[in-house]
Every structure is written in structure tokens, then in C-alpha cells.
């Protein structure tokens, strides 16, 4: 069983599909029992048909877990819209999360070590410095960003290593948690999961988001905020113990 099944596997079998949407940056779901679940959406290419070609236009009373099979789709959107369907129904256990910005833990730990950032975050200038030395891996590189293809060989040479959630979108996460064994791993951002799962995989903290007000998240996204003008989302993290 792979990663997505076995976190679908974690849903529970009578959530609904409240609301879905998608923007510019952003896609959502919310579930029937008032939870939302957010993604991080990657533009598809003019081969690739919109709206997602297999996802019905009516979802809500739909299975949560229904529309988080696609979250292993090859289409960008809906694979968006599967991973938000996860993140709804995967609630983190109250007494094990905490409010909390990743970026100090990150700083903290990769102090004089060696640090992968699998993704170009905005935190990257604050804690490259701080390592004894830092690899940026990114699919769309910026300045000294090295490619996608350099992603297992800087793994290899590091102690620690922070992965965007994103990767989860695109289908690569698994295959990153395998090269990342051993390593002390961050998995950073709104399309994170919080499930236990993520742990036997070997990641050590799960740094994600937390809606509190769906309405607003929901019209903002529909309006192509990106995920920092979002207002009343907490970011909390829970660290494996």
C-alpha cells in the first residue's frame, strides 16, 4: 500500500465533501464535519484540460475519501483537490500539536550541519547561513538553486533535510521520504497531513496549517490569495516524540 492509500485509509468513512475550490495558488476543501483542508496547486500545462477531466462539477455530498483517491492523479488539479480532501479529514490529535512557525525549529536544528531545503522557501536566506552548508533544490530554480535532478544526491550528503509539502501534490514525496532515511526531516507547509503515518516514514516534524475560519480561507482562495495573505490560519507544527 502506498502513502496516499494509507493516509485515505485514515479518513473516516462517513466525512462528506462540503465545498471544494480551486485558485490561483491555493485549493480547498471543506468537509462535512466543518474541517478544511488546503493544497498547494501547480498551473497545469495547456495540454492539460480544465476543469480536472474526471472530477465531477457537484461534489459536495460527495465521499472525503472519494476525492482524496485523486490525490494521486498525474493532473496537477486534481491532485490539488485530493490532497486538500486529506488534509480534511486528517485531523491532528489536539494534546500533540503546537502553534508554532516552523522556521525557528529549522534554525535551530540545522545550526552547523548540513541542510537540504527541498523547495525554495521564504525562510531560505534566514537559515542557510546558520548551516555549515546548504543545498536549495527547487523545480523551478532560482539563482544558486540547484534542479530537481540534484534532489537525491544532496539528500545524501545532508543531516538534515526540510521538504515542502507540495512534493505530496506532485507525486514525489514518497519517493524524497526514501532517499531522506536517517536523516532529521521537516515536512513544511498547507498541503501537509497530519497523520502518524508521516512518521514511520521517518519524518520528525510535521509543519502544517490549521483553518479556523473556512469561509473566509475559502473566499480568499477563490479570489487567487496566496497561502501568507490568508487570514485566521494558524501554522502548527507536531513533532514525532
Same mark, same amino acid.
Request: proline letters at 10%; aromatic letters at 10%.
Given at each position: 500500500m502506498g502513502l496516499i492509500e494509507k493516509l485515505i485509509s485514515q479518513i473516516p468513512s462517513d466525512l462528506? %465533501?462540503?465545498?471544494? /475550490?480551486?485558485?490561483? &495558488?491555493?485549493? @480547498?476543501?471543506?468537509? $462535512?464535519?466543518?474541517?478544511?483542508?488546503?493544497?498547494? /496547486? &501547480?498551473?497545469? $500545462?495547456?495540454?492539460?484540460?480544465?476543469?480536472?477531466?474526471?472530477?465531477?462539477?457537484?461534489?459536495?455530498?460527495?465521499?472525503?475519501?472519494?476525492?482524496?483517491?485523486?490525490? @494521486? $492523479?498525474?493532473?496537477?488539479? +486534481?491532485?490539488?483537490?485530493? /490532497?486538500?480532501? =486529506?488534509?480534511?479529514?486528517?485531523?491532528?490529535?489536539p494534546d500533540k500539536v503546537t502553534e508554532k512557525n516552523a522556521r525557528e525549529l529549522i534554525k535551530e536544528k540545522a545550526r552547523d550541519l548540513n541542510l537540504a =531545503?527541498?523547495?525554495? !522557501?521564504? !525562510?531560505?536566506? +534566514?537559515?542557510?547561513?546558520?548551516?555549515?552548508?546548504?543545498? %536549495? /533544490?527547487?523545480?523551478?530554480?532560482?539563482?544558486d538553486d540547484l534542479p530537481e535532478e540534484a534532489t537525491e544526491r544532496v539528500i545524501k550528503d545532508a543531516e538534515v533535510v526540510v521538504i515542502t509539502a507540495s512534493t505530496l501534490v506532485n507525486n514525489t =514525496? +514518497?519517493?524524497?521520504?526514501?532517499?531522506?532515511?536517517?536523516?532529521?526531516?521537516?515536512? %513544511?507547509g498547507p498541503s501537509a497531513p497530519f497523520s502518524s503515518i508521516l512518521f514511520e516514514l521517518g519524518v520528525d516534524v510535521i509543519a502544517g496549517a490549521e483553518v479556523l475560519d473556512t469561509e473566509d480561507c475559502f473566499s480568499r482562495i477563490m479570489l487567487g490569495y496566496p497561502f501568507r495573505a490568508l487570514k485566521k490560519v494558524h501554522k502548527v507544527i507536531w513533532e514525532r516524540k
Open positions: 462528506k %465533501v462540503e465545498q471544494a /475550490v480551486v485558485g490561483v &495558488y491555493l485549493a @480547498g476543501v471543506i468537509a $462535512s464535519n466543518g474541517r478544511m483542508g488546503l493544497a498547494t /496547486v &501547480y498551473p497545469p $500545462s495547456h495540454r492539460q484540460a480544465f476543469p480536472a477531466p474526471k472530477i465531477e462539477p457537484e461534489v459536495k455530498g460527495m465521499p472525503l475519501k472519494y476525492l482524496a483517491e485523486f490525490a @494521486g $492523479s498525474d493532473h496537477p488539479l +486534481e491532485s490539488a483537490l485530493g /490532497v486538500s480532501a =486529506l488534509n480534511a479529514g486528517l485531523a491532528p490529535p =531545503l527541498i523547495g525554495h !522557501f521564504p !525562510f531560505t536566506n +534566514e537559515v542557510a547561513p546558520l548551516a555549515r552548508q546548504c543545498w %536549495v /533544490v527547487e523545480r523551478e530554480p532560482q539563482e =514525496l +514518497e519517493k524524497i521520504l526514501n532517499w531522506a532515511k536517517d536523516k532529521f526531516v521537516f515536512l %513544511v
